[in-house]
C-alpha cells in the first residue's frame, strides 16, 4: 500500500538556520510522482516541487532544495537561510496508480517554526 | 490569470442536511480534484474529474459525490452531514495535459470550511 511518513512533526529553527524536512515514502509501483507543498496559516497550499521516480535529479531552487534517493524512499527538503516567512505546514505527497487508478496520498505534515 | 476560486468560503450545517461545495478551476485546467483535511486524518484524496467523467477516487464513502461541467467547473456534494464532515474542503486543478491530474502540478483552491453541528 502507499504510505507517505513525515515523521518530524514540529520543526522550530533561529531565522537564518538551515533546515531539513525529512520524507520517507512506500511504493509498489516502478512509475509514481512525489511532490511537496507549503501551507502556511492561511490554509492554501502552494506547490513547490513535482519529481517522477524516474527522475532522481536534485532540484535547487532559490534558497529551496530537495534530495531524492529512490535507494533509501526518501524525498528530502532542505531551506536554506530559513526566513519567518517561511513558517508554515509543509506537506509531501506520492500520487501512484494502483489497478489503473491513481490515488493521492499525503503525509501528516511537518509544521516549521522561523523565529527572529 | 485567476487562480482556483472556491464557494462559498465558510458554512455551517446541522447533521442530516446536504451540502454542495463549488469550484472553479483556472482558465484551461481541465482536471479538477477535491479534498478533505481535517485535524485527526490530515489531508485525504476524495476524487478526481476530467472532462465531466470521474478518473479517480479516494476511500469515501458514498454519501461523498461530485460531478464536473462542460466548463469544468466542479461541484462536490455531501449528503446526510456527519459531525466527522466539519473539515476544510480544497479543491485543486490541473491541466491535465498527462493524461491524469493527479500526477500533473495541481493548483489549489483557498478551500471552503464546513462545520457541521
Known amino acids: 500500500a502507499q504510505k507517505v511518513t513525515q515523521a518530524q512533526t514540529e520543526i522550530s529553527v533561529v531565522e537564518k538556520e538551515d533546515v531539513t524536512l525529512d520524507c520517507v515514502y512506500e511504493?509498489?509501483?516502478?512509475?509514481?510522482?512525489l511532490f511537496w507543498y507549503k501551507q502556511p496559516p492561511s490554509g492554501e497550499l502552494v506547490f513547490l516541487i513535482r519529481r517522477n521516480s524516474f527522475d532522481e535529479q536534485n532540484e535547487i531552487s532559490g534558497r529551496y532544495s530537495w534530495n531524492f534517493q529512490k535507494s533509501t524512499s526518501s524525498f528530502n527538503f532542505t531551506i536554506t537561510a530559513s526566513q519567518v516567512v517561511d513558517s508554515a505546514v509543509y506537506f509531501c505527497?506520492?500520487?501512484?496508480?494502483?489497478?489503473?487508478?491513481?490515488?493521492?496520498?499525503f503525509g501528516t505534515g511537518t509544521r516549521l517554526k522561523v523565529l527572529a | 490569470k485567476a487562480g482556483v476560486t472556491q464557494t462559498p468560503r465558510y458554512l455551517i450545517k446541522t447533521r442530516g442536511q446536504q451540502v454542495t461545495l463549488s469550484c472553479s478551476p483556472i482558465s484551461g485546467h481541465r482536471s479538477v480534484s477535491w479534498y478533505q483535511q481535517t485535524p485527526g486524518q490530515g489531508l485525504q484524496f476524495l476524487f478526481e474529474y476530467f472532462s465531466e467523467t470521474q478518473r479517480n477516487k479516494g476511500n469515501f464513502p458514498g454519501r461523498f459525490s461530485g460531478r464536473q461541467f462542460s466548463n469544468s467547473r466542479s461541484e462536490m456534494n455531501v449528503s446526510t452531514l456527519e459531525l466527522g464532515d466539519s473539515a476544510l474542503y480544497l479543491c485543486a486543478s490541473s491541466l491535465g495535459a498527462s493524461g491524469n491530474g493527479l500526477t500533473d502540478t495541481q493548483y489549489f483552491g483557498p478551500g471552503t470550511r464546513l462545520t457541521v453541528l
Open positions: 511504493t509498489r509501483d516502478t512509475t509514481y510522482y
Open positions: 505527497a506520492l500520487s501512484e496508480a494502483t489497478s489503473g487508478t491513481y490515488k493521492y496520498i
